[in-house]
Nanobody, 126 residues
């Protein structure tokens, strides 16, 4: 698994961005995926997760109703659609993958993920 995140940028509050995460090794879809973010001086925190089967998703309370995680298994790509952005969404966003035997589970804990992308900066101005 080799993850590459992209799509970050500078956006005004209320705007939208779409992040992408590509598995450039085309390792297949035997893993759940997640998005995390890390703001300056803060711990890396869970944002959203999607199961290997794509049937289940999970969101942090801070982004619920504004962000949507999705996945195209055939193309080994995961997305994070971010709407109604707020200045507090400013952070480096990381995608991650976790090998799993359980197709319908999502994962919130950072330490559960074995593969990470390089991060993409999202800056939201007020």
């Amino acid at each position: 698994v080799q993850l590459q995140a992209s799509g970050g940028g500078l956006m005004q509050a209320g705007g939208s961005l779409r992040l992408s995460c590509i598995d450039s090794e085309h390792s297949g879809t035997t893993y759940a995926m997640g998005w995390f973010r890390q703001a300056p001086g803060k711990e890396r925190e869970f944002v959203a997760g999607i199961s290997m089967s794509v049937t289940n998703t999970d969101y942090a309370d801070s982004v619920k109703g504004r962000f949507t995680i999705s996945r195209d298994g055939a193309k080994n790509v995961a997305f994070l659609q971010m709407n109604s952005l707020k200045p507090e969404d400013t952070a480096v966003y990381y995608c991650a993958a976790k090998s799993t035997w359980y197709p319908d589970l999502t994962y919130r804990r950072r330490l559960e993920y074995g593969w990470w992308g390089q991060g993409t900066q999202v800056t939201v101005s007020s």
